[in-house]
């Protein structure tokens, strides 16, 4: 089996910032679809019973 280089780990790897900027990005992003979520399940729930 070939061994290839991991392109990601090299970029990373060149400057640890980036490494902390990715991680500040991925935590936004899994914050605001965790409310998104629950937004829209309380959006249909309302549709659903017809308050809406």
């Known amino acids: 089996m070939p061994n290839y280089e991991d392109p ?4 990373l790897d060149k400057d640890p910032e980036r490494r902390v900027k990715l991680f ?12 998104l979520i629950a937004f829209g399940v309380i959006m249909f ?3 659903e019973f017809g308050i809406i």
Do not use: G, Q, V
């Open 45 to 47: 729930i309302l549709l």
């Open 8 to 11: 990601l780990k090299d970029y």
């Open 24 to 35: 500040y990005i991925y935590t936004r992003i899994m914050i605001i679809s965790t409310f």
